[in-house]
């Protein structure tokens, strides 16, 4: 197992004590960054379909720019949000709208410097940033 699904898993195993649909939300999404290959994946997929602008500021360390549900699934391609969507139990709109919301958030949290880390994302501080997102002080 990579350090990446190591982080995953300790990640979806703090979403799992979330209450609520943010615990699924997260547990997908994080599921998404493993397809794409980690997060420099993802990130270049985003950036690739046009939303280079709004990618940049989810890193950067300043305010992240709103994204459209309509922008978020022709990036991430219609059938991976229908995925998403059947994972979650919600309908495709509801998904990437809530894609729109989390997914900048999630970007955001895990490149506290400003950028991508080369090697990865480290685990500790990984929990640290998104146990945020649902309110825990602790990781």
């Known amino acids: 197992m990579g350090l990446f699904d190591s982080i995953v898993g300790a990640i ?31 990130v270049q997929k985003i950036s ?14 300043g305010a992240n720019l709103p994204v459209s549900a309509e ?3 022709a990036a991430l391609g219609s059938s991976a949000v229908q995925d ?13 709208a809530s894609l ?7 970007i955001d949290k895990l490149t506290p410097d400003g950028q991508v880390a080369e090697g990865g994302v480290d685990l500790s501080q990984a929990l ?5 997102l649902f309110g ?4």
């Open 100 to 106: 729109a919301n989390f997914l900048p958030q999630v």
């Open 128 to 132: 640290s940033s998104l146990s945020g």
């Open 71 to 73: 922008q978020i699934q």
């Open 12 to 42: 979806q195993s703090q979403a799992n004590g979330a209450t609520g649909g943010q615990g699924d939300l997260l547990n997908t999404v994080m599921g998404l960054v493993n397809a794409e290959g980690g997060l420099s994946g993802l």
């Open 136 to 139: 825990n002080k602790s990781a």
């Open 84 to 96: 998403i969507a059947s994972k979650l139990g919600i309908d495709t709109n509801a998904a990437a």
């Open 48 to 61: 690739a379909s046009g939303l280079g602008e709004q990618v940049s500021s989810w890193v950067s360390t």
